[in-house]
């Protein structure tokens, strides 16, 4: 289940644009599972590079309120335009951010007033594969991977001469959805790096302009930090770093567990529901002042079980 934030609302995201995300606004998603005869909630809240400060605090505030009405039995997540999680990513089949939103008024394709754009293919594994939008230009492009040129009326699939047939196979398919979106109204072609002619043509539509450099996914130290309220006021104090023991973890405090890539805080059975609640929270304050602000955060009770976190303990 999908929700788009809207007026400080959640709105149903449609099935046929289930993995599609805006960069202008935050998401909603649950992913419910069986594991034998338990099921298991995973909330994640996205939160789009352009969205503003109203709709990252509204997507936090039901992350937590949808937690509640599970009866607190889910894992939240934090994910940001970017630097998403394996763990959300994989849930879709095609993960695909756009520019635009509710704000601009961009969120739906017509092709005779379409907006060009420029977009980048990569595998994440052999069944699902992520579709960024990047910058409009001809230093985009890059030999390892496929692009697709969008123009509305026509689109064209380009081939760097390193790019994998899986990658190959998953664009022809969605200039296909593209054409059958459209009602037939967008011409389809493929380019090979290679082709000299076919180049010309898909170059001539390409501006050359600079592009901005891409934030870089910093790795950070390993360390564990206690959240504790025992003396009135909130305080966070290092535990150990370098190091991630699992023994470091006690049953009445909020720990944040950084593993340099991504976060987690483990809420221990013995903590105030005024500690859960404040746990996103403390989180984002912590990660503002390391130099990984934006990596994936995952805040995990006791009572609950997660594999991310049981992979960075030792």
């Given at each position: 289940m999908v929700w788009r934030i809207k007026d400080f609302k959640l709105e149903v995201v449609r099935p046929e644009d289930i993995g599609k995300f805006f960069r202008g606004d935050s998401y909603v998603v649950l992913n419910a599972k069986k594991n034998g005869n338990v099921v298991v909630y995973d909330i994640h809240f996205w939160i789009g590079r352009e969205s503003t400060s109203d709709e990252y605090g509204t997507a936090a505030y039901k992350t937590v309120e949808l937690d509640t009405f599970l009866d607190d039995e889910a894992v939240q997540h934090r994910e940001v335009d970017g630097f998403e999680s394996d763990l959300f990513k994989s849930y879709f089949d095609r993960f695909e951010t756009l520019a635009g939103g509710y704000a601009s008024g961009f969120n739906h394709v017509k092709p005779n007033e379409y907006i060009p754009r420029l977009l980048v293919f990569?595998?994440?594994?052999?069944?699902?594969?992520?579709?960024?939008?990047?910058?409009?230009?001809?230093?985009?492009?890059?030999?390892?991977?496929?692009?697709?040129?969008?123009?509305?009326?026509?689109?064209?699939?380009?081939?760097?001469?390193?790019?994998?047939?899986?990658?190959?196979?998953?664009a022809s398919q969605f200039l296909q959805q593209l054409e059958d979106e459209r009602n037939g109204r967008c011409k389809t072609e493929v380019i090979d790096e290679d082709d000299v002619e076919g180049n010309k043509k898909f170059n001539s539509l390409l501006p050359d302009v600079e592009v901005k450099e891409k934030v870089k996914k910093e790795i950070g130290k390993k360390a564990i930090y206690r959240v504790s309220d025992e003396h009135g006021k909130?305080?966070?104090?290092?535990?150990?770093?370098?190091?991630?023991?699992?023994?470091?973890?006690?049953?009445?405090?909020?720990?944040?567990?950084?593993?340099?890539?991504?976060?987690?805080?483990?809420?221990?059975?013995?903590?105030?529901?005024?500690?859960?609640?404040?746990?996103?929270?403390?989180?984002?304050?912590?990660?503002?002042?390391?130099?990984?602000?934006?990596?994936?955060?995952?805040?995990?009770?006791?009572n609950r079980q997660s594999k991310e976190l049981d992979k960075v303990l030792e």
């Open positions: 990569h595998s994440i594994d052999r069944k699902s594969m992520e579709l960024l939008e990047v910058p409009f230009s001809r230093r985009s492009l890059d030999s390892t991977d496929v692009f697709v040129l969008d123009m509305g009326g026509e689109a064209y699939q380009w081939n760097g001469r390193g790019s994998n047939k899986e990658e190959k196979f998953k909130m305080e966070i104090s290092l535990v150990c770093e370098n190091a991630l023991p699992k023994s470091c973890l006690t049953s009445d405090d909020v720990f944040l567990i950084d593993s340099g890539s991504s976060l987690f805080v483990y809420i221990g059975p013995g903590c105030s529901r005024r500690e859960k609640l404040d746990a996103l929270s403390h989180a984002h304050e912590y990660l503002q002042k390391t130099n990984h602000p934006f990596v994936p955060v995952t805040v995990v009770s006791n």
